[in-house]
T-cell receptor, first 111, second 116 residues
Framework: QKEVEQDPGPLSVPEGAIVSLNCTYSNSAFQYFMWYRQYSRKGPELLMYTYSSGNKEDGRFTAQVDKSSKYISLFIRDSQPSDSATYLCAMSSSQGGKLIFGQGTELSVKP | GAVVSQHPSRVICKSGTSVKIECRSLDFQATTMFWYRQFPKQSLMLMATSNEGSKATYEQGVEKDKFLINHASLTLSTLTVTSAHPEDSSFYIC????????????FGPGTRLTVL
């Protein structure tokens, strides 16, 4: 069993839809949870960073962490074609420490 | 956020040659740098972690004699793929973190290596 599981998709939605992306994990030591966006042939770009459980909102993006269920989510409201990319969840047990990535979900937002 | 650069962005080489990839933190001192490998449609897999001035720590299954990592300064780390073979063809990405950057990992743009 992988430490972090993420549905690779692909996921295709119409412009303006709400997108829900999810990861599950098995290591209860994870305390730091991140979502990265990666465009084709580019390095990952940090979108959201959350410590422990709870919600965090930044513009159209909302990250949720449920440590009791070992489940994290990223919601994208009013999705745009420019949101089309691969979204990777990542987690770590220490700040600045080793990151364990999910496989990434490929998202396509159609105009 | 902080900026991390990689050079070259793309390299094509013949089997058996060595290739060096540079990773630089441009506006902060990176006490730790990480090297990842990403195959098509797959996630980032950590290869090694390097701290400035000390030997790199390699992940299980990564050959340290094949993937030489040097982190000689707080702004530069290099990855040398020695005697490259076609199976080493991949997307190599570095990240850097430091106290001034709240220990967050900032990623470089990646280097696509193709071994013929």
């Amino acid at each position: 069993q992988k430490e972090v599981e993420q549905d690779p998709g692909p996921l295709s939605v119409p412009e303006g839809a709400i997108v829900s992306l999810n990861c599950t994990y098995s290591n209860s030591a994870f305390q730091y949870f991140m979502w990265y966006r990666q465009y084709s042939r580019k390095g990952p770009e940090l979108l959201m960073y959350t410590y422990s459980s709870g919600n965090k909102e930044d513009g159209r993006f909302t990250a949720q962490v449920d440590k009791s269920s070992k489940y994290i989510s990223l919601f994208i409201r009013d999705s745009q074609p420019s949101d089309s990319a691969t979204y990777l969840c990542a987690m770590s047990s220490s700040q600045g420490g080793k990151l364990i990535f999910g496989q990434g979900t490929e998202l396509s937002v159609k105009p | 956020g902080a900026v991390v650069s990689q050079h070259p962005s793309r390299v094509i080489c013949k089997s058996g040659t060595s290739v060096k990839i540079e990773c630089r933190s441009l506006d902060f001192q990176a006490t730790t740098m990480f090297w990842y490998r990403q195959f098509p449609k797959q996630s980032l897999m950590l290869m090694a972690t390097s701290n400035e001035g000390s030997k790199a720590t390699y992940e299980q299954g990564v050959e340290k004699d094949k993937f030489l990592i040097n982190h000689a300064s707080l702004t530069l780390s290099t990855l040398t793929v020695t005697s490259a073979h076609p199976e080493d063809s991949s997307f190599y990405i570095c990240s850097a973190s430091g106290l001034a950057a709240d220990n967050e990992q900032f990623f470089g743009p990646g280097t696509r290596l193709t071994v013929l």
